[in-house]
């Protein structure tokens, strides 16, 4: 019952937001102006009061995050290694590894984590904001090794490449909001009630408009006729992110519901920006599209192993 309790209400607003979109009951734009809103307001409120609220308690909070740290290598490692046993051409290279190391933590993984009993993890800390000490970074460092691997795939590494790289960190909500938090917590300050409230509220609206725009964002991507690649890397993702999660969780010495934690946000599908930075960055858009696709449809069957290992 846990399983289901925790995944439907994820899967069943994505298929919401595909079929808002493919009926055309809203706009063709509706969704898409209301995930610009989640990424620039929604999301970033939901890190920034998380953070300032939750900081303080996040003794032990660093092993979660090496063990994170350590997922998202091993990840990038085995995308290059299935890249070329699969012979991925070099431009789309990086396009592949993206889409195998790139999960959608905040649109997936949180509101499955959301939807858990919201116990104590290391140190007392909540289930729901050690989720969020860990997203945040994590969401850092997609970016950043997105943006890497991306440039590498096109051979221009040098100072030219640093420009693309710091220009998108730069204009990241996400990110602004992480360290924002951050410093507000580590100065010991704490927010007026009235804004307090209203960031709790927009913070309130990220998950679920998330979710929708996830959905209608699977309706407008272009499938083609090649699949290997695309299956490659969503199971990368899916069913590989979930096994180097627990191998980590091993290594760190973390208990059962830290594990858990760790494998559900390592089996989320690959996230629907990776397209976007694929088609900024000159990347391969159709094995972009293609793996989102994919690894949704793979990260069903994932999730649900892994939630099924939370204690209860």
């Known amino acids: 019952m846990l399983v289901l309790n925790a995944l439907?209400?994820?899967?069943?607003?994505?298929?919401l937001g595909a079929w808002m979109q493919r009926t055309e009951f809203v706009s063709a734009g509706f969704l898409r102006e209301?995930?610009?809103?989640?990424?620039?307001?929604?999301?970033?409120?939901?890190?920034?009061?998380?953070?300032?609220?939750?900081?303080?308690?996040?003794?032990?909070?660093e092993k979660l995050l090496g063990a994170m740290g350590l997922v998202l290598v091993a990840g990038l490692a085995a995308g290059y290694l299935v890249a070329l046993l699969?012979?991925?051409?070099?431009?789309?290279?990086?396009?592949?590894?993206?889409?195998?190391?790139?999960?959608?933590?905040?649109?997936?993984?949180?509101?499955?984590?959301?939807?858990?009993?919201?116990?104590?993890?290391?140190?007392?800390?909540?289930?729901?904001?050690?989720?969020?000490?860990?997203?945040?970074?994590?969401?850092?460092?997609?970016?950043?090794?997105?943006?890497?691997?991306?440039?590498a795939s096109q051979h221009a590494f040098g100072w030219g490449a640093i420009k693309p790289?710091?220009?998108?960190?730069?204009?990241?909500?996400?990110?602004?909001?992480?360290?924002?938090?951050?410093?507000?917590?580590?100065?010991?300050w704490t927010l007026p009630h009235a804004i307090a409230q209203t960031m709790e509220a927009l913070g309130e609206m990220a998950l679920p408009l998330g979710l929708l725009g996830v959905g209608g964002s699977l309706v407008s991507v272009r499938l083609g006729a090649s699949w290997r690649g695309p299956v490659g890397s969503a199971l990368l993702k899916t069913a590989g992110g979930p096994l180097f999660a627990w191998a980590a969780a091993r290594l760190f010495g973390?208990?059962?519901?830290?594990?858990?934690?760790?494998?559900?946000?390592?089996?989320?599908p690959t996230a629907i920006v990776s397209y976007t930075m694929a088609v900024e960055m000159k990347g391969d858009e159709q094995l972009a599209s293609m793996t989102i696709v994919v690894s949704?449809?793979?990260?069903?069957?994932?999730?649900?192993?892994?939630?099924?290992?939370?204690?209860?």
């Open 8 to 15: 439907a209400p994820v899967f069943l607003m994505i298929a």
């Open 34 to 61: 209301a995930n610009r809103v989640t990424y620039w307001l929604g999301l970033p409120a939901l890190l920034f009061s998380q953070l300032v609220s939750s900081l303080h308690q996040a003794s032990g909070a």
């Open 86 to 151: 699969l012979r991925v051409p070099g431009p789309a290279m990086g396009t592949f590894v993206q889409g195998a190391f790139r999960g959608n933590l905040a649109f997936v993984g949180l509101p499955i984590v959301f939807a858990l009993p919201n116990v104590p993890v290391l140190g007392g800390l909540p289930l729901h904001a050690a989720a969020i000490l860990v997203v945040a970074p994590t969401m850092v460092a997609y970016n950043l090794g997105a943006v890497i691997v991306l440039v």
């Open 165 to 188: 790289v710091v220009r998108q960190l730069a204009v990241t909500p996400p990110l602004l909001a992480t360290l924002a938090g951050i410093g507000f917590a580590a100065m010991g």
């Open 254 to 268: 973390l208990g059962a519901v830290e594990t858990s934690l760790l494998m559900i946000l390592a089996a989320s």
């Open 296 to 312: 949704v449809v793979t990260s069903l069957a994932a999730l649900a192993a892994c939630v099924a290992t939370f204690p209860h």
